[in-house]
């Protein structure tokens, strides 16, 4: 029994004497059994050098974040966006250390974020993301997706403005999505893309970075500010000696050793600053910033419930002590209320039993007491009467009537009506004085003085006065009604205009004019206008008492009581039966042809839209007829324009004559008619009426014993074949007239619509390349040209591409036709010059100094300025030598002009420039011509080389150009080359020099250095 407490007691102080075991959590992307293969000897050598054992554990983001909260680790290395969001929501220390890593030799304590797209995608800058479609690992990482999402989120555009697709690990999936165009774009951690293009899965010219951050002292490709390594911290609460011992540990770690080379970092450094990462995740409202933190009220009283009671006791002593200053003084006003009141009463009961200005005065004029002013006049004046003469205030003419009223008072007991008037404040008022006599206790005599205002009154009799004058003397016809119609007044204008006296119409109702010219319904809306607005305003056609119809411009008015109640009409008119006539010839000479009496151009266009609109409802077709006679001239230098003008009358009456009822013809000037034909079911039914109008104007006139003989050529377009509006339709059959007199005159031609479309369609296409140049959507790539001898690159040639906005990345063949025989060729042709010297100065900046052949037109190259222009770029890029510039020019180029070619040559090649002929052999290959042109370089055309290894026809002639190109002393190059077969026998017959897609397609500018130094061609 003994044995066996103390084997007991043995074992219960080994297990309190154990140490429990350090719980170390580990963020990582890889399966957990690779992760733990890694990570496991980083855990023994803390374990081995802290002396304290040491747990791993392997999480991803879910299960490091649920581990946390369930107080499952006590040592967390994680990534920086990781760490931020755990220490807003759990208790964690700050970093003991900052992880570092190496890539390539290079030491990182910081890594960034990467936004890239494809290298032909139109998206170039922040801006362009926004409603893109990205691809990201997770959104939780923040390499992978917080970083660039921030960088977003500074030019204004949030993470709801854009379309994620999360592609899960590795990053490589991300670009996988990006080069199959799944998406377009994608964001990657650094090092990412330099791995793949280490591993050969991917190359710098297959995307284009985004927001690029050019930093010497960061070697990897970045689109975000550097943010810190990794953190290693522990919760709250731990041991802070071993806190210290595993910092020290930590920050010993050698790169060399087994537990840095199996984690793949680098060791550990003092800890960096993590507030950029926090900045940027509340920034996009990361969990756990998406909201507030609640605070509650218990909370708010227990944190400030001292000093609350301390506020509120001080609060009430004040409201106290103000609440006493209120009561006193409120009782002292209430005392003072009552009193005043009593006084306001009694002085008010007076004053309002006065309804006029009140005085007391005395018989010499003095004011003893003033009761009440006007409203009219300034109280200034009215306290300055008091104690003052009449003379004192008034002037003299006005103080002789107060006088002249208080004698009069004096002597009657009253006096009454005395008038004057004052001026105040710009304006006449009138008052009337009113006079008692009394007398106060001592005997004295006394006058109580009423001054009446009677202004409105006597503005009123003014307004009477004008408004009779007017009714009297207006030039206006006036008639006034009662509300049932009966005229109850009219003025003299009105008599002068329908020749009724005033005593002939009082009494009458005004359809005592009426002429009969107007409907009911006119009428009936005419008092429909009155009843519902009170006014109406319009023509009327009436009759004068001498049964002339006259026109008159009315405006109807209704008057009403203060009950809006009708009380009478009053009509006012204007007799414009002149105007209307002069209106009449006015519109006669501006719609018809004065010679012809035809319609004229703008009544003939007026016609023609309806007749269009009449067609389109009709679902029928109309003919515009051009017309113009053939040898008008001629006929009018002869006879006279006299025998002219007699000719296009009768031309035009016959004209009429050839045409059907509701048919329009209108001469437009001269000896040009256009007509319109209506109701068509189709073309073969307006050819009769042709062939009567050319009949009208070929058969002989005679004038004056003179036999006169002509024809006219005819243009005819039908609508809505020719779906245009109606100056389209006039012009378009103008130019069928056209046609019709090269023809050889006396016939008609129908206008070609497909034609039209076309030279429509072309110009919109040079529009759209003009568009194009100014808003920088073109762009060069080039071709390499190769040594096949020496392998060495000798030589790009410069291709325009353009960046289509609608249609994409567009080839040459789908533009440059269009401008082929433009002036806009010249205009692209420079550009393509100066983007290509623009690059030339860009790599010889770089250490590339290559010659880069530019392919000119033959409308630039035989432009009078292109010398000068080429002559303006050499010295705008002065660090370009002209050696390296190669023009290549097309053989049919050279033969449309060889004397003006070979000049504008041999002034180029003063400047040093060199000149290809391009596509040799296709043309005439004329051995004059390469002899008097100053060519350099000849170039083998494509088509030779596709069938050079089974074409005996084309291995003859490309060794007879090559032998040529001896003979003369000149380069040459193949182009087309495609295969290394094509190369070997190349360079078997003597030409060394080749350019193809067997040897590398057409590239961006900035592949081209890193194409060179790959060496990757054949």
Known sequence: MKKIIVSLLFCLCQFLSAEEALRLGILAFRPKEQALSQWQPFATYLQDTIKKPIALHIYNYPEFTQAVANHEVDIILTNPGHYIVLKNRHKLSAP??????????????????????????????????????????????????????YELALKGIMPKQTHLVITGM??????????????DAGFVRTNVIEDMMDEGKLALSDIKIINEQNDSNFSYIRSTRLYPEWPLVVVAGFDEHIARAL??????????????????????????????????????????FEEAPKFTLADFWARYANHIALILFAFLLFLMSVGFQLYRQN?????????????????????????????????????????????????????????????????????????????????????????FSIEEKGKTLWFELSVSKKKDSHGMAHF??????????????????????????????????????????????????????????????????????????FYKQMWQSLLEKGHWYGEISNRRKSGEVYVQMTSISAIYDEHEVVQSYVALFTDITTMKEHEKQLEYVAHYDALTSLPNRVLFADRLRQAMAQTERRKKELAVVYLDLDGFKVINDQYGHHVGDELLVIIAERMQEALRQGDTISRLGGDEFVAVLTDLSNQDECIPILDRLLKATSDPIVINENIIQFSSSIGVTLYPRDGVDADQLL????????????????????????????????????????????????LLYYQPKVNLETRELVSVEALIR?????????????????????????????????????????????????????????????????????????????????????????ETSALEDMVHVSQIMHACKSLGVRFALDDFGTGYSSLSYLRKLPIDILKIDQSFICNLLHDNDDLAIVEAIVGLSKAFDLSVIAEGVETQEHAELLLKHGCELAQGYGIARPMHPDAIIAWKDSSLYM
């Open 170 to 183: 590795p990053h490589d999936k991300v670009i996988e999505a990006v080069l199959s165009r799944k998406v």
């Open 247 to 288: 910092t020290v540990a930590l920050l010993a770690l050698s790169p060399e050793s087994e537990a840095a080379r199996s984690a793949q970092i680098y060791g550990f450094t003092v800890p960096a600053d993590y507030k950029g990462v926090e900045d940027a995740l509340r920034t996009l409202r990361v969990p756990p």
């Open 448 to 521: 109580i003085v009423l001054s009446h205002d009677f202004t409105d009154r006597k503005e009123a009799e003014a307004k009477l006065k004008l408004a009779a004058s007017v009714f009297t003397y207006a030039r206006e016809g006036i008639m006034i009604t009662n509300a049932s119609g009966e005229i109850v007044e009219v003025n003299d204008t009105f008599t002068c205009i329908t020749g009724y006296s005033h005593q002939e119409v009082v009494g009458q109702n005004p359809r005592l004019l009426k002429s009969g010219r107007q409907s009911e319904s």
């Open 96 to 149: 003991l250390v900052t992880q570092i890593t190496q890539k390539n030799s290079t030491i990182l304590t910081q890594f960034a974020g990467v936004i890239f797209t494809r290298h032909d995608s139109p998206l170039r800058a922040l801006n362009d993301l926004k409603n893109a479609k990205i691809a990201v690992t997770d959104t939780d990482s923040l390499g992978g997706y917080q970083m660039q999402a």
């Open 802 to 890: 353009w960046q289509h906005p609608e249609k994409g990345f567009l080839l040459p063949h789908a533009f440059l036709p269009t401008v082929e025989d433009h002036v806009l060729s010249i205009r692209l042709g420079e550009w393509v010059i100066e983007q290509a010297f623009k690059q030339m100065s860009a790599w010889i900046k770089e250490g590339l100094s290559i010659s880069v052949s530019i392919n000119v037109g033959a409308r630039q190259l035989q432009d009078s300025s292109f010398t000068e222009y080429l002559q303006t770029m050499l010295l705008r890029y002065p660090d370009v030598p002209a050696h390296l510039v190669e023009l290549e020019i097309l």
């Open 331 to 419: 009782k002292r006003i209430r005392h003072n209320e009552k009193h005043l009141l009593l006084v306001q009463d009694n002085l008010q009961s007076t004053l309002d039993a006065i309804p006029d200005a009140l005085f007391e005065m005395s018989l010499d004029g003095v004011y003893f007491r003033v009761g009440r002013a006007h409203a009219n006049v300034s109280a200034s004046l009215s306290q300055e009467m008091m104690g003052k003469n009449v003379y004192e205030i008034y002037p003299k003419d006005v103080a002789d009537i107060f006088i002249q009223a208080l004698r009069e008072a004096d002597q009657e007991g009253h006096a009454f009506g005395y008038q």
């Open 731 to 778: 012009r378009h059959a103008d130019l069928a007239m056209y046609q019709s007199k090269q023809s050889g005159k006396n016939r008609y031609h129908f206008f070609d619509i497909e034609s039209d479309r076309a030279i429509k369609k072309h110009n919109e296409s040079l529009e759209s390349i003009l568009s194009a140049i100014i808003n920088d959507e073109f």
